[in-house]
């Protein structure tokens, strides 16, 4: 039976993609022992919620996941996918994670998109659905899809730190260059079938966010004004005047302001 220094699987993507080869090389080979995380209750709370996250998935939002199932990549024998379940309505697999109160789809997506494009490589699909618990809010899930270009760049990162391994070579130097062409592909991402944008350079969107820095600070400035002048007026005034403006109370206890001078 194969272990896990026999392949990459998606979690080793996330650590090739962040720069911790050396570690990773030296768990492939045995010379360090993997992280122990027996007692790490982060780590074992996910595990132990993982049936029941995909269980609530099923029940209340119609995946019809099945059970976690292993992948090989059909022509790279090295790269390995085990997922959490593959949703067959959905023509994918689903990847569940329990994480603090925090988190958000933008974490998720920083933290685990280098997993879901191995997964999707390894699957050939080109995209997974990613459902996380954040503390103890209810699942929020959401379609991953990886551009074509991070999982291009993620394959040859791959496939040279399995290199290292493959000749026991340390990888001493990290290839940066490439390390950082990937994760500006990764800005390509696709959710829910929507993208960003960089409006960077779009002189337009440079002028109106001038603009509506400069009027949020005005409005934010008015209506502190407008809060702190009603606190002035009293219960018992009927009308508060000065300084330009009036302020006058209604039968029903509302105040009304205008400027002085204008009309009633």
């Known amino acids: 039976m194969a272990t896990r220094s026999d392949f990459i699987g998606g979690s080793d993507a996330n ?19 993997p992280e122990n995380l027996i007692a790490n209750f982060p780590v074992q709370l996910g595990i132990h919620t993982e049936r029941f996250h995909l269980d ?14 292993r992948f090989v990549h059909p022509h790279v024998a090295w790269m390995v996918a085990h997922v959490d379940g593959v949703c067959e309505v959905r023509k994918t697999f689903v990847d ?17 998109q280098a997993q879901i494009a191995h997964y999707c490589m390894v699957m050939n699909v080109d995209h997974g ?28 990162l791959e496939k040279a730190f399995w290199w290292h391994v493959q000749h026991q070579v340390p990888p001493d130097i990290l290839p940066a260059k490439k390390l950082q062409e990937a994760r500006d592909a990764a800005a390509a991402v696709l959710v829910d079938d929507m993208r960003t944008v960089d409006m960077t350079g779009n002189n ?35 009308l508060a005047k000065g300084y330009g403006i009036a302020i006058k109370r ?3 206890g ?11």
């Open 15 to 33: 650590r090739i993609l962040k720069g911790d080869w050396l570690p990773l090389y030296e768990e492939k080979l045995g010379i360090r022992e």
């Open 56 to 69: 609530w998935l099923n029940k209340y939002h119609g995946f019809e996941i099945g059970k976690p199932q």
């Open 96 to 112: 569940t994670k329990h994480s603090n109160g925090r988190a958000s789809r933008e974490t998720m997506i920083e933290w685990y």
């Open 129 to 156: 659905w990613v459902s996380f618990i954040a503390g103890n809010a209810a699942p929020e899930f959401f379609k991953l899809t990886p551009a074509p270009e991070y999982k291009r760049q993620l394959f040859e």
């Open 204 to 238: 337009q969107w440079a002028s109106l966010v001038l603009d509506y820095l400069d009027y949020e600070t005005g409005a934010k400035r008015f209506e502190a004004a407008k809060a702190g002048l009603k606190k002035l007026v009293e219960p018992d005034v009927r």
């Open 250 to 252: 209604s039968k029903n």
């Open 254 to 264: 509302a105040l009304t302001f205008k400027k002085e001078g204008d009309d009633d």
